[in-house]
C-alpha cells in the first residue's frame, strides 16, 4: 500500500537555489542590457525613458511571473509530498524580446522622429506603442492558453519552430555577431568561453555558474583594456543615467499606443502565439522532468504576467525558461525563482538593475544573445522530423529577406529618398530586386510559417491541405499580413493600392494561386503510397 503523501511543509531555500538564482538572473539582465544597448545605442532612444519608464514595469512583469511559479511549485511539493520539486523558471523571452527591440520599437522611434516629433516626444510614443504591444499579446495568450493543445495539432513543428529558428539564426546570431566583432578582443574570449561552458561543457577551476564566469572575465577584459588605452577606438566609461524609485503601477497609457501596433500586428501575433507553443513544449519537458504542472496553468501565468507588464509600463514579454530539468539538475527547487523574481522585480523599481545593465558592454551582452540563437535554430531540427528538415530551411529564408531590409534601410548605406521611392522604379528583367527584398521581408515570420506549412504537407502527401495553406498566404498577401508593399509593413485595403505597389501585390497574391491550383490538380492524380 502507497503510503500517503509527507505534510511536512517544503524548505523555502536550497543550497542549489544559490545557482539557480544566478543563472536566472544573468539570463534576464542580458536580455534587458540588449534591449537597452540597441534601443539607446543603435536607435537613439532616450535612456531616461528606455531606464525610466520601460524597465519598471518589464521587470514587475518578471516579479509577478516568478512569484507565480513559486507558488505553484510549492502547491505541488505539498500536494505529493515531495521535497524535490523544482519551480518553473521564468524571465523575459530572448527572440520576442530583443526582436521587439530590432524590429518593432527601434524603428517606431526612428519613424516618429521622421514624423517631426522630438526625442522625448517620439521616445514617449515609443514607450506607449511597447506598452500596447504587450497588452495585444497578453490578450492573444491568454485567449490562446485554452487553445494550447489544438495550435500545436494544425501547426507542424518545422512551422513554428522553423519560423522562430530564422529569426534567431539571423536577428539573434547574425546581428550580435557583428556588434561583438566590434570589440574583437573582448567579444572573442566572451563567445568562446561562453561556448566552452555551454556547448563543450568543459569543466572550470571554481564553482561559479559558467554564464557568470564569462560576463565577469569579458567585463573586466573591456574595462581594464579601456583604461588602460589598448580597447577599441571610443572606449569610454559609462555616464549612468540618475533615476528615482519607480512604482509601476497601472493605467491607460497604452490606448495611445494601440493605433501604432496596427502595421506590426505581422509580428506581434507570431510572437505571442510561439510563447503559447513554448508554454506547452515546456510543461511537458517538466512533466518529463518528474513535476506534473498543469499546461493550462503554466500558460496562464506568462499570459497574466505580460499583461500586467503592459498595462504597468513594460515593453518585453515574459515566458517560461526551457530549462526546467536543468536548473533541477543544479539542485534548484522553489528559493531560486522567488530570489529572482524580487531581484529583478524590486531592483528595476529602484533602479538598481537599470545601474547594472549601464555598466554592462554590448561586447559582452551580444556573446550571450549569439549562443541563445544557435541553440533555437538548433533545437528547430532536432525537435522536428527529419523528413521534415527542408521545411525548417524553407522558413529560414523570409527572415534573411527581412535581415537584409534592416541593413538595406540604414541612410549610412542607401539614402533615404533612394529607398523611399524603390517602389518607383521599375526592373528591366521582373520586379525591381529591392522592392522585391522589402516585400518578402515585411511579415517574414507568418511567411516562415505559412510556407513550412504547406511544404510539410506536400511531403506527407496532403496536397488539397497544401494548396489551401497557398490559398491563404494569397489573401493574406493582398492585405498586407505577409509581404506588405508598404516599407513599414503596414497593412492596407487591396484596393487601396495604386501603380507598381498594387502590381506587386497582385502578382504576389497570383503566385501563390496559381501554384495552389497546381497541387490541387496534382492532387487529383492517384497517389504512389510512399
Known amino acids: 500500500m502507497t503510503p ?72 505541488l511539493a505539498a ?10 523558471p521564468l524571465g523575459l523571452d530572448a527572440p520576442t524580446s530583443i526582436g521587439m527591440a530590432l524590429l518593432v520599437l527601434g524603428p517606431a522611434f526612428l519613424a516618429f522622429r521622421a514624423d517631426g516629433l522630438d526625442a522625448e516626444a517620439a521616445g514617449i510614443a515609443t ?75 568543459g569543466s572550470l577551476p571554481v564553482r561559479i555558474p559558467g554564464v557568470l564566469l564569462a560576463f565577469l572575465v569579458g567585463t573586466a577584459l573591456y574595462y581594464g583594456l579601456g583604461l588602460a588605452g589598448l580597447g577599441v577606438p571610443g572606449f569610454a566609461l559609462p555616464e549612468p543615467v540618475r533615476l528615482s524609485p519607480q512604482l509601476p503601477l497601472p493605467g491607460l497609457g497604452f490606448i495611445d499606443g494601440l493605433p501604432a501596433t496596427v502595421p506590426y500586428l505581422p509580428l506581434l501575433l507570431p510572437f505571442g502565439l510561439l510563447m503559447v507553443v513554448g508554454g506547452i513544449n515546456v510543461s511537458e519537458s517538466a512533466r518529463a522532468a518528474g513535476d506534473d504542472y498543469r499546461t493550462r496553468d503554466v500558460l496562464l501565468v506568462e499570459a497574466f504576467s505580460t499583461l500586467a507588464a503592459g498595462l504597468c509600463g513594460g515593453v518585453a514579454q515574459t515566458t517560461p525558461y526551457i530549462g526546467q530539468p536543468a536548473y533541477k539538475q543544479m539542485g534548484a527547487r522553489s528559493g531560486y ?60 529564408l523570409p527572415s534573411l529577406a527581412y535581415l537584409l531590409g534592416i541593413k538595406l534601410g540604414n541612410p549610412d548605406w542607401i539614402s533615404p529618398e533612394h529607398f523611399a521611392a524603390l517602389y518607383a522604379q521599375t526592373g528591366a528583367h521582373g520586379l525591381p530586386e529591392l522592392a522585391v527584398l522589402v516585400t518578402l521581408g515585411n511579415g517574414f515570420i507568418i511567411t516562415a510559417m505559412l510556407w513550412a506549412t504547406a511544404l510539410v504537407a506536400m511531403v506527407e502527401g496532403r496536397l488539397r491541405a497544401a494548396a489551401g495553406v497557398l490559398l491563404l498566404c494569397a489573401g493574406l498577401s493582398l492585405v498586407g499580413v505577409v509581404h506588405s508593399v508598404d516599407p513599414r509593413g503596414g497593412v492596407y485595403l487591396p484596393w487601396s493600392l495604386d501603380g507598381l505597389r498594387a502590381v506587386i501585390a497582385w502578382q504576389f497574391a497570383g503566385g501563390y494561386a496559381a501554384l495552389a491550383a497546381l497541387l490541387g490538380l496534382l492532387s487529383l492524380q492517384r497517389m504512389r503510397p510512399r
Open 79 to 88: 500536494r505529493t509530498g515531495r521535497d524535490d520539486v523544482t519551480a518553473m
Open 127 to 201: 514607450w506607449q506603442l511597447g506598452m500596447a504591444s504587450l497588452v495585444v499579446m497578453g490578450v492573444l495568450k491568454t485567449v490562446l492558453s485554452f487553445a494550447g493543445d489544438w495550435i500545436t495539432r494544425v501547426l507542424p513543428r518545422a512551422a513554428l519552430l522553423g519560423s522562430i529558428g530564422g529569426a534567431a539564426l539571423t536577428l539573434l546570431g547574425f546581428l550580435p555577431l557583428v556588434e561583438l566583432l566590434r570589440n574583437p578582443v573582448v567579444g572573442m574570449v566572451t563567445f568562446g568561453l561562453l561556448l566552452y561552458v555551454l556547448v563543450a561543457r
Open 337 to 396: 525563482t522567488l530570489l529572482t523574481g524580487l531581484f529583478v522585480g524590486i531592483g528595476g523599481m529602484l533602479g538598481v538593475v537599470a545601474g547594472l545593465v549601464q555598466w554592462l558592454p554590448l561586447a559582452v551582452l551580444a556573446p550571450i544573445i549569439v549562443y541563445v540563437g544557435i541553440g533555437i535554430t538548433v533545437q528547430a531540427f532536432e525537435a522536428t522530423p527529419a523528413r521534415h528538415a527542408p521545411a525548417v530551411v524553407l522558413a529560414f
Open 4 to 75: 500517503p503523501p509527507s505534510r511536512t511543509a517544503p524548505r523555502w531555500f536550497v543550497a542549489g537555489d544559490l545557482n539557480g538564482f544566478f543563472g536566472l538572473v544573468v539570463d534576464n539582465l542580458s536580455i534587458l542590457g540588449f534591449i537597452a544597448m540597441a534601443l539607446v545605442g543603435i536607435f537613439g532612444v532616450p535612456a531616461e525613458i528606455v531606464f525610466g519608464r520601460m524597465f519598471p514595469g518589464t521587470a514587475l512583469g518578471v516579479l509577478l511571473g516568478n512569484l507565480a511559479y513559486t507558488w505553484m511549485a510549492r502547491r
